[in-house]
Nanobody, 131 residues
């Protein structure tokens, strides 16, 4: 399985916006998600989305500020990040597989499983938010 390719990370000031992209060319995935890692901490799920763009999952700290979306035709996953805060700083990775979720609890379970077992992480894209 070819790792997904993330892009769009940058250094911005607090309050700014970024849009991350993840290219999943060559494969058809169902559930897809964005994960974040800060040095010294475990990788955590930030947002996830099922095949038909519903349901979606957001970790509490990004609700109302981040929006996950997907372009199934071009096999691209996006993360629109608004009102960025310094605590959003980290390396952002995308992950996907053939699992299908039909509810928010189901998608949340998938996020937790991916945090624990996914082993095909790509290079990631760095997001740095300064105060």
């Amino acid at each position: 399985q070819v790792p997904l390719v993330e892009s769009g990370g940058d250094s911005v000031q607090a309050g700014g916006s970024l849009r991350l992209s993840c290219a999943a060319s060559g494969y058809t995935y169902n559930n897809m998600g964005w994960f974040r890692q800060v040095p010294g901490k475990e990788r955590e799920g930030v947002a996830a989305i099922a095949t038909g763009s519903l349901p979606t999952y957001y970790t509490d700290s990004v609700k109302g500020r981040f929006t996950i979306s997907r372009d199934n035709r071009n096999k691209i996953l996006y993360l629109q990040m608004n009102s960025l805060k310094p605590e959003d700083t980290g390396m952002y990775y995308c992950a996907a597989d053939r699992s299908t979720s039909f509810s928010v609890p189901g998608l949340t379970t998938w996020v937790r499983e991916m945090e624990r077992r996914y082993n095909n992480w790509g290079q990631g894209t760095q997001v740095t938010v300064s105060p």
